[in-house]
């Protein structure tokens, strides 16, 4: 099925563990983005990629790192826990010219840090 | 202030009502102006996607926008249980790419 793969889909992580967070899109889409979903914020935007091998920085991307070595997959890594990275994390891809398709959303990793 | 502000409800309506969903924005230079869907723990779906001023429509769906007001707006015509959801508009800020601002979503349950 055509779509935004996100695994996996729920972790309990301990304060200070590592861990990546997994998105695939097999739409051939240029752009991708990694956003997380807090009760009351929204959603807000950590990192974003227009291509493979460009990334930059949202609006949230302290202790968040990505890369986006192929156009399909775009990796979130948690380099150290924190129980404030407790949240819904969402990947989404489009076109590289935004139009009325809009956004794919993946279903969501919750992820919760201990 | 936020970019954008949209009211969180909830906001219960009993099924066949007319359901009106508002956004807010502080930049008159907004261009792109979307409404999402997210159902219970799922990601959200576009749902309408308009440029100018206006209304665009899409089967029970209207979507409006006030460019001189700042104000979008989304309707539900005769609303079914199977609209209860979370509604996020969303907008596109000029020069930002493909960068979207959301608004924090309105949590809708339409009750039999």
């Known amino acids: 099925n055509a779509g935004v793969t996100q695994t996996p889909k729920f972790q309990v992580l301990k304060t200070g563990q590592s861990m990546t967070l997994q998105c695939a899109q097999d739409?051939?889409?240029?752009?991708m983005s990694w956003y997380r979903q807090d009760p009351g914020m929204g959603l807000r935007l950590i990192h974003y990629s227009v291509g493979a091998g460009i990334t930059d920085q949202g609006e949230v991307p302290n202790g968040y790192n990505v890369s986006r070595s192929t156009t399909e997959d775009f990796p979130l890594r948690l380099l150290s826990a924190a129980p404030s990275q407790t949240s819904v994390y969402f990947c989404a891809s489009s076109y590289s010219k935004l139009n009325n398709y809009g956004y794919t959303f993946g279903s969501g990793t919750r992820l919760t840090v201990v | 202030q936020k970019e954008v502000e949209q009211d969180p409800g909830p906001l219960s309506v009993p099924e066949g009502a007319i359901v009106s969903l508002n956004c807010t924005y502080s930049n008159s230079a907004f261009q792109y102006f979307m409404w999402y869907r997210q159902y219970s723990r799922k990601g959200p779906e576009l749902l309408m996607y308009?440029?100018?001023?206006g209304n665009k429509e899409d089967g029970r769906f209207t979507a409006q926008v006030d460019k001189s007001s700042k104000y979008i707006s989304l309707f539900i015509r005769d609303s079914q249980p199977s609209d209860s959801a979370t509604y996020l508009c969303a907008i596109r800020k000029p020069g930002g790419g493909n960068k979207l601002t959301f608004g924090t979503g309105t949590q809708l349950k339409v009750e039999l």
């Open positions: 308009t440029y100018s001023s």
């Open positions: 739409m051939n889409h240029e752009y």
